[in-house]
């Protein structure tokens, strides 16, 4: 068990209680904060995008090209990844992620 | 010229659930007509992920998006919908009564207009349309110096065209526009391109030319007044920024789904989903019913599956809309000859 910080678009920041193995996507979902994931978490819509804060960048995995493609259909940051993509395990305990603009 | 139609069922949206409910209904001798805003039946199947693989369809191990459609495609042959594509729906009018309901669709792209006895709405997540990046006033020069599709390519002969996107709409539009555009930027956030690789080549030529210019970064701000565009402000990943002269824009970041004019039919909404009951899946206006990913109810799961199901039992009360003084007679296509005969598989 652990914990996910989220700040939403009005700025106000949640902690949310994790579980492993889920997408931090689904974590977002299912403590109803607005988070669309349209596909489900296929990695095909973007609409899942959130900018990690910058401590936890370097411990993610690396995105795959699959993830880099949808993320050329959104405006991004440097620290832009989809939140799908992104399994929770006890090592992300603590991370911080800010939901991205939602998609016009 | 407008159309007009007459028919039994209108059914919005021709993905997996839309397609299956054309079966259900076939086999109680229900017509129908699909309409959707894509090109192409399967909605998000085919449009989202048709090589995904899918491994919770009853029946089969794996399937991938594109192989459920094309099998739902010739399972409701026997049936003979008739789609129309590349529309979508305006508006639904009421011009029946609750006990013997009759609606009015009318689409928006070429003005069709039905008149039918039951309205199914199997929309997904919504109608897709083109994402609209966040950048600010955006909407204040759409149509004169934004646009998210190409209609007419005369009408940016001779424009400073800036092209955003790394996709195969952005490519193909870069290749085809730059012949007759003044000047064509294309602007992708990344140097790699998920488009067609002789495409790519083509335009990493025409840069290498000097007929074309390529940026990397992102639109921060547009400028001129609106809603005349003039240029853009680039933000490059350092955070350095740079000004490109341009008389349009044309950002192609794929599709969204959006719910659309469904929120003006008169029906009840809960978060953009329809609420239905679970005998009927039929919304609070008696006769429009709503099946898949598009409805709500108590213990609802957004499965493929569940949608089949919903459409199964939806098809129960149109045909008493449709046929209000025939007796439904519950048969199995295994056993019934009748069944089979509207199968086409009859001995």
């Not at chain 2, 069922?9 to 001798?29: H, N, S, T, Y």
Request: proline share 6%; net charge negative; hydrophobic share 40%.
């Amino acid at each position: 068990m652990g914990v996910i910080h989220v700040i939403d678009r009005a700025g106000e920041r949640h902690t949310l209680e994790a579980l492993e193995g889920w997408r931090v996507m689904e974590i977002i979902r299912d403590w109803g904060l607005p988070i669309e994931g349209l596909c489900g978490g296929a990695c095909e819509c973007a609409t899942c995008h959130v900018f990690v804060s910058e401590e936890w960048l370097d411990k993610l995995h690396p995105a795959t090209d699959e993830e880099e493609d949808q993320l050329d259909t959104v405006m991004t940051r440097p620290n832009s990844r989809l939140s799908c993509q992104i399994l929770w395990n006890p090592d992300l305990d603590g991370l911080e992620v800010t939901l991205a603009p939602a998609v016009g | 010229m407008t159309d007009h139609i007459e028919t039994d069922v209108v059914i919005i949206g021709a993905g997996p659930v839309g397609l299956f409910a054309v079966f259900e209904l076939g086999l109680l001798d229900i017509k129908c007509h699909l309409i959707d805003i894509l090109p192409k039946a399967g909605g998000q199947c085919a449009e989202l992920y048709p090589e995904k693989p899918i491994y919770d369809i009853p029946g089969f191990p794996m399937v991938t998006g594109q192989g459920l459609v094309d099998n739902l495609m010739s399972q409701i042959e026997p049936f003979h919908p008739t789609f129309h594509l590349n529309e979508m729906v305006e508006s639904v009018e009421s011009i029946g009564t609750p006990e013997a309901p009759l609606f009015r669709v009318k689409t928006s792209e070429n003005g069709t207009t039905f008149t039918c006895k039951a309205l199914i709405i199997a929309a997904g997540g919504g109608s897709f349309q083109p994402k609209k990046p966040p950048i600010e006033n955006i909407e204040a020069y759409e149509g004169t110096g934004v646009f998210y599709a190409v209609r007419r390519m005369e009408m940016f002969r001779n424009k400073k065209v800036l092209i955003v996107g790394g996709g195969d709409s952005a490519l193909d539009w870069t290749v085809n526009l730059q012949p007759i555009a003044k000047r064509l930027t294309l602007l992708h956030r990344r140097d790699a391109f998920r488009a067609a690789p002789h495409t790519v080549e083509k335009m990493r030529s025409l840069v290498a030319s000097g007929d074309m210019d390529l940026h990397l970064g992102q639109v921060s701000h547009l400028k001129g007044e609106a809603p005349v565009l003039d240029g853009v402000t680039i933000k490059k990943d350092d955070g350095s920024t740079f000004e490109v002269e341009c008389d349009v824009i044309l950002p192609f970041f794929g599709l969204t789904m959006k719910v659309g004019p469904i929120a003006e039919w008169g029906l009840n909404l809960h978060e953009n989903l329809i609420p239905v009951d679970t005998e009927k899946f039929e919304t609070n206006v008696p006769g429009i019913f709503a099946i898949g990913d598009i409805n709500t109810y108590p213990g609802k799961l957004k499965l493929i599956l569940s949608g089949f199901h919903e459409g199964a039992l939806a098809a129960q009360k149109v045909h008493r809309y449709v046929y209000p003084d025939k007796r439904l007679l519950f048969q199995y296509t295994t056993s019934s000859t009748s069944l089979q005969k509207k199968l086409g598989v009859a001995a």
